[in-house]
């Protein structure tokens, strides 16, 4: 039988991409976005790809994606929590609101993602967990603090879950940790700056133009969100999973210095397994 995804936040970038590879591969695709018509009728030639109505913020929402999936297909092989956004500004700016905001997709998004497709992936027999991180979630950056902490949430949730997921419930748990991709998450980031203001003429201009400069000169060269879902591609089919995955070489560069003792997050995974559980 084919096997079947579900994916948030596939309306552009790194979920759109993926959904178009694996559908192209054959999979079902239930991709979630916040413009179903406008996306049906946009790829209406993929054969396989379903956009479904998704909002992470609304759990009444997720739950009923959930639910069509359980009524077409009965079950579901992997579930790629990818729906995100980045932010600006500083803790010191920040508008309460819009540290709420960011943790009400980035995180409890992801949490009602995940507790709304648990029954169904339980029932599946096997299946795959994905949730998009961030080298982000790995080393805090400044100006990105709120956003860095979202995504070490993120980090913190899925690390948990994999210590007990797959002895349990023969759920796989993985983290994809992507450096600068070209998606429309800096349009995003920066249609937020300049709709609030702009850059602050603050204490904070000479970091966040010392950020912004360096940040240019890093990412001459983003990488692809087609390269992303090859690696999305090629995570699915490892024999055995790794609880952490960066996209890119240079994304590994990155978080060298924190990840180089256990790059995949298996062994210290395991550790805690043997540790806490005794499995
Ligand atoms: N691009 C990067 O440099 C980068 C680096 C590291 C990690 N990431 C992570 O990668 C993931 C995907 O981002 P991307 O780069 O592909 O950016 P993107 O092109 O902006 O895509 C973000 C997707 O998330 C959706 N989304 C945002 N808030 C949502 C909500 N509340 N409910 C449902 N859908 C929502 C967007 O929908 P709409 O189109 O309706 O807004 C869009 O489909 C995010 O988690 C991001 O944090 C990105």
Known sequence: MGKIIC?????????????????????????????????????????????????????????????????????????????????????GQAPVEDIHRVF???????????????????????????ATSSVGGLVGQPMNEIYCASKFAVEGLLESLATYYKPQFNIDVTLLEPGAIATEFTKTVMGHVAGTGGILEDEYKPVIDAYTAAFLQRNVKPQTPESVAEVMWELVHMETKPVRIRTSERAEAFVAHKVSADPTGLDGVLSTRKIQLNM
Do not use: C
């Open 7 to 91: 994916i948030t936040g596939a309306s552009t970038g790194i979920g759109l991409a993926t959904a178009l590879r694996f559908a192209r591969e054959g999979w079902t695709v239930y991709a979630g976005t916040r413009n179903p018509a406008r996306d049906q009728e946009l790829y209406r030639k993929e054969n396989n790809l379903h956009f479904v109505q998704l909002e992470v913020t609304d759990p009444a929402s997720i739950q009923s994606v959930i639910d069509l999936i359980s009524d077409e297909q009965g079950s579901l092989d992997v579930l790629f929590a990818n729906a995100g956004f980045g932010y600006l500004r500083a803790l």
């Open 104 to 130: 009400d997709t980035n995180v409890y998004g992801v949490m009602h993602t995940i507790r709304a497709a648990l029954p169904l992936l339980q029932r599946s027999g096997y299946a795959h967990i994905v």
